[in-house]
């Protein structure tokens, strides 16, 4: 996941990201906790509502208009157009909790290059709070208040790290609940914060490590330039450089070895 053009050529992609995340939130925070939510199950048995479509509409309505050479992946409509520009959509990442009126929701936006996720944007509107991130220009979040730029955790041994797991179900499909309990036992703290919240908190250096198993590019691509430019690493759980191995691993950098070996012995 590195490769690294120049700011200059990502700030315009940056603003316009940026723009897609008012136009998500227009859609979305109006229908949370609607009592007249629509919700529909997909063919893999997961949750859809009528905010998740209507969100990634307006996205895709905004990035046909201004950049039609690009491609656009998204939850809900899959791919079209071309791979070397590909803007990667989640429109509601954390949709279970969006329907039963839980907060720790977010839509995820990233523009990849080549599929390296160059640019990044994660709204959470119920909260109020966003982060931003692009190659060379660090990664930001933003409250009411002015942008505070983004730095993981100083964190340099497991016996004081907290880590986020998304859920014991997930690592018990992929068959790594032993990895699992692992981990626990090695380190001082483990939570599922879940979703993308979880690597906004690793973004801050409020935690320390992140992983999960059987997720899609639309899960994590906004995340990585996030990550990535507040001092952290995300990698596949194996260590590979990619977003399409359907799993990751994501560290505040110093730990990232040691949590890989920890996972694997």
Not at 111 to 134: C, F, Y
Not at 206 to 215: C, G, K, S
Not at 245 to 254: E, H, K, Q, W
Request: aromatic residues 6%; negative net charge.
């Amino acid at each position: 996941m590195t490769a690294s053009p120049h700011a200059d050529d990502l700030r315009s992609d940056l603003l316009l990201a940026l723009r897609l995340a008012d136009a998500a939130d227009a859609q979305s925070l109006p229908r949370f906790d609607a009592a007249d939510l629509e919700i529909s199950t997909k063919a893999d048995k997961s949750h859809v509502t009528d905010a998740d479509l209507a969100t990634e509409r307006a996205i895709r309505t905004i990035l046909e208009t201004e950049r039609p050479d690009d491609g656009i992946f998204g939850e809900e409509f899959g791919a079209q157009g071309g791979t070397h520009r590909q803007w990667i959509i989640d429109p509601i990442d954390g949709t279970a909790n969006f329907l039963r009126g839980v907060p720790l929701w977010g839509t995820m936006i990233a523009l990849a290059i080549d599929g390296v996720p160059q640019v990044g944007v994660v709204s959470m509107p119920a909260l109020g709070r966003r982060w931003w991130g692009a190659a060379g220009e660090g990664s930001w979040t933003a409250t009411d208040g002015e942008p505070r730029r983004l730095q993981v955790s100083t964190v340099s041994s497991l016996d004081d790290a907290s880590v986020s797991f998304q859920s014991i179900a997930q690592w018990s499909d992929a068959g790594r609940l032993d990895s699992l309990l692992r981990v626990a036992a090695r380190v001082w703290r483990d939570r599922a914060y879940g979703d993308v919240y979880s690597y906004m908190l690793l973004a801050e250096g409020r935690i320390d490590m992140v992983a999960e198993f059987d997720v899609k590019e639309y899960d994590i691509a906004a995340a990585v330039p996030i990550i990535r430019e507040a001092g952290g690493r995300m990698t596949a759980a194996d260590g590979a450089e990619t977003i399409s191995a359907r799993s990751t691993l994501a560290t505040n950098g110093t730990l990232h070895d040691e949590f890989l070996k920890l996972m694997h012995d």
